[in-house]
């Protein structure tokens, strides 16, 4: 979340004559390396999807560079699955940056890289139907998933002769306290170990890989936000994870991942000399020469991915080759989890006209793939939320010039009759008043649109985000070169912003040079993700009237959250955008834990908290130290515009005027109602069962923050109002959302009864 550099600097000292390079044929060396950079700087502003990091063709010289001859290994891997092998190739590139910053040797961050690239290439013997399942894993299956990382071992062992690499891998599933190891004894594999006695970099592995498999799309859930995937880290501390190694990872991951990537490239690429990389495998120096972008390429994918329609396409082996934004949007299912895999009509739960499911062979794809004929038909598919969705089904089949079958184009045309959340937005954004220098929404339109947004939120639970952004120096700008060169880049920026938005979004002015985009259908993750694009965009279009020069701007990202209101969700991204201000400009900050996967569980059903007539209490639990805790209090209190009352030691009271005119409560518009929150901190160590005489070197456990938390009314008529306590559960249910906090079971009677009957379960058993 730190400013973000470009690549300029390393690519000049990379280019620069006289630089070390390792014996042999410097010249068709250097003309390679160049080459590469060259596409490497030719890829910076264009945004690309999961799984490349850079580009396919980048991301795969680069493996070939670090890997040399087992570079056939990763490729396998990707053509078993892609989206496998981009996770570990961003891991690699993680764990590498953070070796550096702790201080590694070469040839222990060395085996880090190596280990973290192919740790997952056994999920070349998992079938299909496992790994690309999008449900629930069954006992059996669940079974198969775990033999992948020891089939990760076996295939290493036939190649590698680097013992630290194996033991790495052989170490990366297991749990630093020693109750779970997926490598799972066998004789020659010896017994599980814990703590320290774990190798380093299997440790730092498992914490980078855990945390971009949270904040990337998995077949079976969307990615989540950088603050949930961080919490699940903090929980897992002392138990799953090394917690030193979780706190460094925290520190490690306020740095701009997208200049960590470019160190550790421009070092593969720069640094690493054929004997080294020859060590363990045998180099295999392939020529490599970089292709030309194909253009009516990129104008059909842009094509396809701003179309409104679902487009899939389908090759004649009947895998899924493409599967645009249309489709993800109508579906709710993310591209990268089903691209490879293979065609089935469950994917979507299609049925027919009568409601009754299709099976494999009368589905239209299989109609257009064997029998080359086309077909429309009005079917059902299964929508986002498992909701109905009627849609008319096309079925064109794809034969080339010389008349072969190469597979199926499946376009579907949403034709419910209901108008969907998109459909009416992307109305209210054709027919809203425009700003007259940019020609896009004002911010008296952002505002009715915004409280829209909110309310449809809660009646839809559909993820949606907002970013703000502001041109850096922008008064630096109108000072030296005229007020027409600050329109022009205003103009500039407002026409990046708009070529960003997809069906159902909306982009405003809110005022000078800041604008704001209100993102459909887009969770923090993805929201951050795009953000990133248009900055890096923006910096490299010179402004005609700045003497060739550019501008930089700075974002602010957030997404929607339980308990959020129009306000507290503006204000939470203006809070952002301030810090990407003061981290030095020109990046990108998101805050804020989104909608998750409970996104409803605090909304839909009533609180199990200790309420009376005037007054509403809970224990929670927050799986964070004291000292972050206290951080995201000062979030809630500044979103929400709360006065701090008083402290004493570990209780703080605040003082919250809750406005109930946000769209939920229109018999009280504009009405506000105060409340009185006092909080109550209480940080514990955790203390584990220890099991065996290694654990006395473990740490003594994990830390987190017990709170109580009492929400009341401060005035005295605020008490007669007969829905005061529905209104103090919001404040709660925002208390939460921001703390990432959950309910205590210990204090409850569910939880007693569960205890309870854990107890009784051997003696009823009998």
């Known amino acids: 979340m730190t400013m973000a550099r470009g690549p300029q600097t390393e690519l000049s000292a990379l280019n620069r004559p006289g630089g070390d390079l390792p014996p042999g044929p410097v010249d068709r060396r250097v003309a390679d390396l160049q080459a590469l950079l060259q596409e490497l700087e030719a890829v910076t502003a264009a945004g690309h999807t999961l799984p490349p990091v850079f580009s396919e063709a980048i991301d795969r010289r680069l493996v070939e560079i670090r890997l040399g001859a087992a570079a056939s290994l990763f490729a396998a891997l990707r053509c078993k699955n892609a989206a ?181 490239a421009h070092r593969w690429l720069g640094m690493l000399e054929p004997d080294r990389v020859d060590a363990p495998w045998g180099f295999n120096g392939e020529a ?244 990133e694009q248009i900055r890096k965009a923006l910096g490299q279009i010179a402004q005609p009237r700045m003497e060739g020069r550019s501008v930089t701007v700075s974002f602010g990202v957030t997404e929607i959250q339980p308990g959020d209101t129009p306000e507290t969700m503006l204000r939470r991204a203006d809070r952002a955008l301030l810090l990407a201000k003061a981290n030095g400009r020109n990046t990108v900050v998101q805050l804020g834990s989104g909608a998750g996967e409970e996104s409803d569980a605090a909304g839909s059903r009533q609180l199990e908290a200790v309420r009376s007539k005037e007054v509403l209490q809970q224990d929670l639990i927050t799986p964070v130290p004291v000292k972050m805790a206290i951080e995201k209090l000062r979030g809630f209190v500044a979103d929400h515009q709360a006065k701090i009352v008083a402290t004493d030691g570990n209780r703080v009271r605040l003082e919250i005027e809750y406005r109930t005119g946000n769209g939920r409560f229109r018999r009280f518009a504009d009405r506000t109602t105060a409340f009185t929150v006092e909080v109550a901190f209480e940080e514990e160590r955790l203390q584990r069962d220890r099991r065996d005489e290694h654990a006395k070197s473990l740490d003594a456990g994990t830390t987190r923050t017990r709170m109580r938390v009492i929400v009341s009314p401060r005035r005295g008529r605020d008490r007669r109002r007969h829905d005061v306590m529905d209104l103090a559960r919001d404040v709660l249910v925002s208390f939460r959302s921001y703390l990432m906090a959950y309910e205590d079971e210990s204090t409850t009677l569910a939880g007693a009864l569960t205890r309870a009957k854990r107890a009784l379960a051997p003696w009823l058993s009998r």
């Not at 490879?340 to 979507?348: Q, S, T």
């Not at 559909?462 to 502001?470: E, F, I």
């Open 84 to 264: 496998v092998a981009g996770h570990g190739l961003r891991v690699a590139l993680s764990c590498s940056a953070w070796a550096s910053r702790i201080g590694l040797q070469d040839a222990e961050r060395d085996a880090v890289e190596v280990a973290a690239l192919l740790h997952d290439v056994g999920a070349i013997g998992v079938p299909d139907s496992v790994l690309l399942k999008a449900g629930t894993l069954d006992a059996d299956e669940t079974a198969v998933m775990s033999q992948s990382r020891r089939m990760s071992l076996d295939i290493l062992r036939g190649s590698c002769t680097l013992p630290l690499v194996l033991e790495m891998v052989r170490h990366i599933s297991t749990w630093y306290d020693g109750s779970v190891s997926e490598s799972a004894t066998r004789p020659g594999n010896g017994s599980t170990i814990s703590g320290e006695r774990i190798p380093l970099g299997a440790r730092m592995i498992a914490v980078a890989e855990a945390y971009d498999a949270i904040t990337t799309d998995r077949v079976y859930r969307p990615a989540q936000s950088q603050e949930r995937a961080m919490a699940e880290l903090f929980a897992g501390a002392g138990t799953q994870f090394d917690p030193e190694l979780v706190r460094q990872f925290a520190d490690f991951c306020r740095e701009d991942q997208t200049a960590i990537h470019w160190e550790v």
């Open 288 to 531: 490599w020469t970089a292709t030309e972008p194909d253009v009516q390429a990129l104008f059909q994918s842009r094509l396809l991915d701003n179309m409104y329609d679902a487009v899939v396409f389908i090759d004649a082996a009947g895998r899924v080759q493409s599967w645009n934004r249309g489709t993800e949007r109508m579906t709710g299912v993310a591209g990268a989890s089903v691209r490879g895999r293979l065609w089935n009509p469950d994917v979507l739960g299609l049925s027919d006209e009568k409601g009754r499911t299709i099976a494999a062979a009368d589905c239209p794809v299989q109609t257009a793939i064997h029998c080359g004929v086309q077909s429309l038909r009005r079917l059902t598919i299964l929508g986002r939320g498992q909701r109905p969705v009627a849609v008319d089904a096309h079925a064109i089949p794809v034969i080339d010039a010389q008349g072969v079958l190469q597979g199926a184009i499946l376009l579907f045309h949403d034709a419910s009759s209901e108008t969907s959340l998109e459909q009416r937005c992307q109305q209210l954004h054709e027919k809203a008043t425009k700003d007259p220098l940019t020609q896009v929404a004002n911010r008296a339109e952002f505002d009715r649109v915004h409280a829209m947004f909110v309310a449809a939120h809660q009646q839809q639970q559909a993820p949606c985000s907002l970013m703000m952004c502001d041109l850096d120096r922008f008064k630096r700008v109108n000072d030296t070169y005229g007020h027409q060169a600050g329109d022009d880049a205003i103009k500039c920026l407002a026409s990046l912003l708009k070529s960003s938005c997809r069906p159902g979004d909306l982009v405003a002015r809110y005022g000078g040079e800041e604008f704001v985009l209100l993102c459909a259908d887009c969770d923090n993750a993805a929201a951050a993700r795009r953000a």
